[in-house]
């Protein structure tokens, strides 16, 4: 299977998304997720899916070691509301939501607000962002921080909105489909290294894992992900040291809206530069994917960080976060 995908803000044309519809991941059929000897689990996202990345690192910090935060924002920013994600770095609200992840770790809706302190997190903006305000992703990292995170924050590259990697497809200013900017560096290096400590560079030749397919209806609620707007298939990478039984590092890598392999095919996970580093430091990378839906409203594919699939979306049982988690424990065992 070849490998390549993300996105998160309307800008397309319709005949680019015609077009991009038509996409699909190619080669291996869907399957049940293999149990691995996993020893670590961190997540990271793009937009819709930095927010969701945020949401499960939070809600479930026991179990994430880490997180990557890409062109998104604090913890429960949308309140509610699709909207809130441009006005939650009002002054006030940061505290707002600050009070309300203690009261929910007090309540035990989601894992203890102390699991955070000393987690490494990766938060990534481009000054040339014209969807996520630099103060909105400013108050994601003072979030954190707040709570004892060990952040490191990319926020110099003149990027507009989207994945930066070294093997993107567009300028690294640019705000477009399918929203894969290179502006001369390796985020996902530094990404690693601020999780792990150091990695070894990456394979810059013909992959050594297999990317596959598996059915994601088996770790939904109600075993229909299509009605959580989660795609029925997802994607997982697996270096064959993996497969072979070694212990390796769990990541969940979440595309971002208008990124799913429904409209991109694998070009998220070619591009992304995870893959690469996945074959030279025993990683595996889970890719959940969601998908455009009229019921739920959701029709740029987005995950869920504003509650389209019920107001419960930011804290423990939130229906993607429990299928994601129920993937996760999965391959772990």
């Given at each position: 299977m070849t490998h390549r995908g993300f996105g998160h803000i309307a800008v397309a044309t319709a005949a680019a998304?015609?077009?991009?519809?038509?996409?699909?991941?190619?080669?291996?059929?869907?399957?049940?997720?293999?149990?691995?000897?996993?020893?670590?689990?961190?997540?990271?996202?793009?937009?819709?899916?930095?927010?969701?990345?945020?949401?499960?690192?939070?809600?479930?910090?026991?179990?994430?070691?880490?997180?990557?935060?890409?062109?998104?924002?604090?913890?429960?920013?949308?309140?509610?509301?699709?909207?809130?994600?441009?006005?939650?770095?009002?002054?006030?609200?940061?505290?707002?939501?600050?009070?309300?992840?203690?009261?929910?770790?007090?309540?035990?809706?989601?894992?203890?607000?102390?699991?955070?302190?000393?987690?490494?997190?990766?938060?990534?903006?481009?000054?040339?962002?014209?969807?996520?305000?630099?103060?909105?992703?400013?108050?994601?990292?003072?979030?954190?921080?707040?709570?004892?995170?060990?952040?490191?924050?990319?926020?110099?590259?003149?990027?507009?909105?989207g994945w930066p990697t070294p093997d993107g497809v567009l300028p690294c200013s640019l705000t477009s489909l399918p929203f894969l900017i290179n502006c001369g560096d390796d985020p996902e290096g530094e990404m690693l290294t601020q999780w792990l400590g150091s990695v070894n560079p990456p394979n810059t030749g013909t992959p050594k894992g297999t990317l596959s397919s598996f059915d994601q209806d088996p770790y939904a609620p109600g075993g229909n992900a299509p009605a959580l707007s989660m795609d029925k298939d997802g994607l997982l990478y697996t270096p064959p040291t993996c497969a072979s039984g070694a212990p390796c590092t769990l990541v969940v890598a979440l595309h971002g809206c208008l990124g799913g392999t429904y409209l991109l095919g694998d070009e998220f996970p070619e591009v992304a530069n995870l893959d690469t580093y996945a074959d030279t430091n025993h990683l595996v990378i889970l890719y959940p994917q969601a998908i455009a839906s009229v019921i739920p409203v959701n029709p740029e594919g987005c995950w869920d960080w504003w509650g389209y699939d019920g107001p419960n979306f930011a804290v423990k049982g939130a229906p993607q976060m429990v299928t994601i988690m129920n993937m996760v424990h999965a391959l772990s065992g």
């Open positions: 998304l015609a077009t991009l519809c038509l996409a699909a991941p190619a080669g291996a059929s869907s399957s049940a997720l293999p149990r691995l000897d996993i020893t670590g689990v961190y997540v990271a996202g793009v937009s819709s899916g930095g927010f969701m990345a945020t949401q499960l690192q939070v809600a479930y910090s026991a179990t994430f070691d880490g997180a990557g935060v890409i062109a998104a924002g604090p913890y429960d920013c949308g309140q509610g509301n699709v909207i809130e994600f441009a006005t939650c770095d009002i002054g006030a609200s940061l505290p707002t939501l600050e009070q309300q992840a203690v009261t929910w770790s007090n309540e035990g809706r989601i894992d203890p607000v102390s699991d955070l302190a000393g987690k490494p997190v990766y938060v990534y903006h481009g000054t040339a962002d014209p969807v996520v305000n630099a103060l909105v992703s400013a108050s994601g990292v003072d979030f954190y921080q707040h709570f004892g995170a060990n952040v490191e924050y990319h926020n110099s590259d003149p990027a507009g909105h």
